[in-house]
C-alpha cells in the first residue's frame, strides 16, 4: 500500500518527480451537489450509518461546512457525530450494510474527535438501550425512518454482490482451484520478467511497446531491486539469482543522478531489506546499508531534521545537493520502517534515530492533531498552500506507517499507535461520506469543503484499518467501527474496477448526485492499492469474496494489460479496446502481482503475526511474533453467502 507527490505512495508515474501515491490525471473543477436545499445557506448535513446484521445498529452521522458561495469563510476542520454501537467483533465482520440519509438536526460540536466519538455511543446506547422501542416515542421515530432508508440501499447493495458473486463454474475457489490462480499469477510475474530482462536489463522500468528501458527513478535498476522478494517468495529462483548478481555488481547508490529520497527508500532500501530478510544474505543489507549512509546527511540540512526529497546523493566532499524546501507528507513521513530494521539489523542507531525524530517532532509540534495538511516547509517548520487534507497522494503511507511503526516496535510505543488512533478517528469524522447511491467513500478535504472524490492512492486504507483491529490498536465498538468502514470501504474500491468498461480503475473516481460513482481520470497504472486491501481483509475475515474480486482484477490485466513484451498501463480505461501508455511500474512486479499471488496462497505464507509489509510491499519479519487480539479468521473459512 504507498505515496508522495513527488513521493510517497503518491504518484506512481513513470518520472522519478513523482512519488508513490501521487496522480498526475488533473482533478476535474469542484463537485457542487445539486438539488438539496439547507437551512442555513452554508451547511449539508450529511448522516449515514453502517449497519450489523442482528439486533444492533452501527450508525455513522457525518456533518459537513459547505460554505455558502463567495462566503470567504476562513479555512477550518468541521467535525461531525459519530454514532457508534458497542458490537460483538463478528457481528462486525458479518456486516457489509451502509445507508444514507439528511439529518434534520444535528446539536453542538464535540471540542474534539474523540470526545465526538464517545458522545456518539452514549447516545446511541441511550436510543436502543430498549430492544422494544415505543413507536411513538421521537428517538424510535428517528430510528425507523434509518432503517427505512437503509433497507432501500441494502436491497441494491445485496443485488450488487449477488451479482458480483455469480461466478462461472470454472472459477473454481477450492485448494485445487487457488493453486492454479496462483500458477497463473506466476506465469504473468515471468512473462513481466521476461520483458525486462530483455529489453531494459539494469534499467528503471521497462517500456513493453517500445521494448526499451527508461530510467525514471535515478537509474538504480529499480525493477530488479523492487521484484527481488517477488521473485524469491514466487519461487523463481533462477531469475532471483540473476538478480542479486546485477545489484552485487552495479548498483551504486552513490550517483550523480536526482533522485527522489522517498522512493530511493521504499523501493530500493526497502526491496534490499526484504531480500536480505527472506535469504539471510548479507549483500544486500550491506547494499542497503551504503545507500541510507548516503541518504542521512540529508536528514541534517534543516532544523526540524525533515529531508528533502529531490536530492543528488552522490558525495563530493561537501553537503548533498537538495533542492528547494517545501516536502509532503508522504515525502518525509515513510522513512520509519526502513530505517528502524536497519538500525535493528545492524546495530546502528543513528538510522532509526533519524527517522523517529519526525515523527517526533510532528507530535510534538502538533499535539493530538491526528490529520495533517499535505505540503510542509521543512526549514521553517510550518504548513503551506491550500491546507489539504487527504489519505491519498502526498499523505497516504505516512498514515500507514504510523500504525507499522507501533507494530514493529513489538506494540509497546504508545506514541505510534495514538497518533494511528487520531488520525483514523479525524479521517472517519472529517473526510468520509456516503454517494447517493450508497458507496462509502473517503474523499479530499480543501478549506471547509469535501471534494467528493476516492483516489485509487486512498485504497490502502482498508487494510490498514483491518491490521490495526486484529492486532489491538484499537479495541471494543471503536474495533468494530473500524472493521465496518475497512469492509465497506474495500467494497467501494473493488466497484471502482467492477463498474469500468475494461474492468480495471482509474487513477481517481468521483461521485454525483445523479450518476454516482464516474471515472474521474482515466489511466490506469497497474496499481496494487485495492488488491493490497483484498489481501489483508481476507486474511482478516476469511471471505472468499475477497479472492473472487482479486480473481476477477487479475482477468482484466490479463485481458487489456498484457502485451507481447510485459505488461502496460492504460491511457484510457473506459475504452474498449483500451490503448497503452508504454511503461511497466517497477510495482507491478513489487506489489501488485506479489498481493495477487498471497491471495491464492496458503495463510501460513507469510503470516501476517510473522511479517510486516512496507509501503511498497517489501517485507520485514516480526521479532518477536506480534500478539494478536483478533486470530485471522481464515481458520474458519466463512462460505459466501
Not at 476535474?28 to 438539488?35: A, D, S, T
Not at 504473468?188 to 534499467?203: I, L, V
Not at 498501463?569 to 490503448?579: I, Y
Not at 517497477?586 to 491464492?600: H, V
Request: proline content about 5%.
Amino acid at each position: 500500500m504507498r505515496s508522495a507527490g513527488p513521493a510517497g505512495r503518491a504518484n506512481r508515474t513513470a518520472s522519478s518527480h513523482v512519488s508513490r501515491r501521487a496522480s498526475n490525471s488533473q482533478l476535474p473543477l469542484k463537485f457542487r451537489e445539486q438539488g438539496h436545499q439547507t437551512q442555513h445557506h452554508d451547511k449539508l448535513v450529511l448522516v449515514f450509518f453502517i449497519l450489523v446484521i442482528g439486533t444492533f445498529t452501527v450508525i455513522i452521522q457525518h456533518r459537513l461546512f459547505l460554505p455558502a458561495e463567495n462566503s470567504g469563510a476562513a479555512p477550518q476542520l468541521h467535525r461531525k457525530h459519530l454514532r457508534v454501537e458497542n458490537q460483538d467483533l463478528r457481528e462486525q465482520f458479518a456486516s457489509h450494510r451502509i445507508s444514507s440519509t439528511h439529518s434534520a438536526d444535528i446539536h453542538s460540536e464535540p471540542e474534539d474527535t474523540n470526545e465526538g466519538l464517545q458522545a456518539a455511543a452514549e447516545d446511541l446506547q441511550t436510543i436502543t438501550a430498549s430492544s422494544d422501542l415505543d413507536p411513538s416515542s421521537a428517538s424510535s421515530n428517528q430510528l425507523a425512518g434509518h432503517l427505512s432508508n437503509a433497507a432501500a440501499v441494502e436491497d441494491v447493495a445485496k443485488e450488487a454482490v449477488q451479482e458480483a458473486n455469480q461466478q462461472p463454474a470454472a472459477e473454481d475457489f477450492s485448494a485445487a482451484g487457488l493453486d492454479k490462480k496462483r500458477q497463473l499469477v506466476v506465469r504473468a510475474a515471468m512473462h513481466s520478467w521476461k520483458g525486462y530482462e530483455d529489453h531494459a536489463w539494469g534499467s528503471d522500468e521497462l517500456q513493453p511497446l517500445t521494448q526499451e528501458g527508461k530510467e525514471t527513478l535515478g537509474g538504480l535498476g529499480a525493477t530488479i531491486v523492487d521484484s527481488l522478494d517477488t521473485l524469491w517468495v514466487m519461487g523463481l529462483k533462477d531469475q532471483f539469482s540473476r538478480a542479486r548478481e546485477w545489484v552485487s555488481t552495479n548498483l551504486d547508490c552513490n550517483s550523480s543522478r536526482r533522485i527522489s529520497l522517498f522512493e530511493t527508500n521504499i523501493r530500493i532500501v526497502g526491496g534490499l531489506l526484504s531480500a536480505y530478510e527472506l535469504s539471510q544474505d548479507h549483500m544486500f543489507l550491506d547494499k542497503a546499508q551504503d545507500c541510507v549512509d548516503l541518504m542521512l546527511p540529508i536528514f541534517q540540512t534543516a532544523p526540524t531534521g525533515i529531508p528533502n526529497n529531490m536530492v543528488t546523493l552522490r558525495t563530493t566532499g561537501t553537503k548533498p545537493r537538495t533542492y528547494n524546501s517545501l516536502v509532503s507528507l508522504a515525502e518525509y513521513g515513510s522513512f520509519g520502517v526502513e530505517c528502524l530494521t536497519l538500525s535493528d539489523r545492524t546495530g546502528t542507531a543513528s538510522y532509526a534515530t533519524s527517522a523517529e525524530a519526525i515523527y517526533r517532532w510532528l507530535n510534538k509540534t502538533f499535539p493530538g492533531q491526528g490529520l495533517l495538511p499535505v505540503r510542509l516547509n521543512r526549514r521553517k517548520g510550518n504548513f503551506v498552500g491550500m491546507k489539504t487534507y487527504t489519505m491519498g497522494a502526498n499523505a497516504d503511507s505516512y498514515y500507514e506507517y504510523l500504525l507499522k511503526m507501533w507494530l514493529l516496535k513489538q506494540q509497546k510505543d504508545e506514541m505510534y499507535r495514538a497518533m494511528w488512533e487520531n488520525s483514523m478517528d479525524e479521517m472517519i469524522a472529517k473526510l468520509m461520506a456516503v454517494s447517493v447511491g450508497g458507496l462509502l467513500y473517503v474523499g479530499i478535504l480543501q478549506h471547509s469543503t469535501i471534494q467528493p472524490k476516492l483516489e485509487h492512492l486512498t485504497c490502502f486504507l482498508p487494510g490498514n484499518l483491518a491490521l490495526g483491529v486484529a492486532y489491538g490498536a484499537v479495541n471494543g465498538s471503536k474495533a468494530g467501527l473500524y472493521m465496518n468502514v475497512a469492509k465497506n470501504l474495500t467494497y467501494t474500491c473493488w466497484q471502482m474496477y467492477e463498474r469500468m468498461p475494461t474492468g480495471l480503475a482509474p487513477e481517481m473516481v468521483t461521485f454525483h448526485p445523479k450518476d454516482d460513482m464516474q471515472a474521474g481520470s482515466v489511466g490506469n497504472q497497474l496499481r496494487p492499492e485495492v488488491v493490497e486491501s483484498l489481501f489483508y481483509m481476507w486474511r482478516f475475515t476469511g471471505d472468499v469474496r475477497y479472492q473472487q474480486w482479486a480473481w476477477r482484477i487479475f482477468l482484466a490485466f490479463e485481458k487489456y494489460s498484457k502485451v507481447e513484451s510485459g505488461y502496460a498501463g492504460l491511457e484510457d480505461m473506459t475504452v474498449v479496446p483500451p490503448g497503452h501508455d508504454n511503461i511497466m511500474q517497477s510495482f507491478w512486479l513489487a506489489e501488485t502481482l506479489k498481493y495477487l499471488f498471497l491471495l491464492f496462497s496458503p495463510p501460513d505464507v507469510l503470516p501476517l503475526d510473522e511479517w510486516l509489509f512496507n509501503t511498497e510491499a517489501h517485507l520485514v519479519r516480526l521479532r518477536p511474533p506480534l500478539r494478536a487480539l483478533l486470530r485471522p479468521a481464515v481458520q474458519h473459512i466463512v462460505p459466501l453467502v
